[in-house]
Nanobody, 122 residues
Framework: QAQLRESGGGLVQPGESLGLSCSASGLVFSVFSMGWYRQAPGKQRELVALISSDADTYYIDSVKGRFTISRDNARNTVYLQMNSLKPEDTAVYYC????????????????WGQGTQVTVSP
């Protein structure tokens, strides 16, 4: 059973940066795709970024050029570096994993973490 643990959320001002980490256990990390999705109050959850086992990446349009997803297979960890944060980035961010990258694009995840709050406010 895969287990994911996020860390790194917090409160920042608009324009600032924040980095999230997600450590994984209970899976062969290097063969799994990893990702981040977020959910803001009153809004549907949305997939923010994905990274495949081959390091192919996907981003939603609203974060392209600002967010970077990366992975360290030696540490079983996936990262999300968020720059130039905006108030609309405020949400709970969840780490997700799945065996099939293409299916993850449509919300099919094998496991997800507890989430970490990111708040962007003046």
């Amino acid at each position: 059973q895969a287990q994911l643990r996020e860390s790194g959320g917090g409160l920042v001002q608009p324009g600032e940066s924040l980095g999230l980490s997600c450590s994984a256990s209970g899976l062969v990390f290097s063969v799994f795709s990893m990702g981040w999705y977020r959910q803001a109050p009153g809004k549907q959850r949305e997939l923010v970024a994905l990274i495949s086992s081959d390091a192919d990446t996907y981003y939603i349009d609203s974060v392209k050029g600002r967010f970077t997803i990366s992975r360290d297979n030696a540490r079983n960890t996936v990262y999300l570096q968020m720059n130039s944060l905006k108030p609309e980035d405020t949400a709970v961010y969840y780490c997700v994993t799945g065996r099939r990258y293409n299916q993850m694009l449509y919300g099919a995840y094998d496991a997800w973490g507890q989430g970490t709050q990111v708040t962007v406010s003046p």
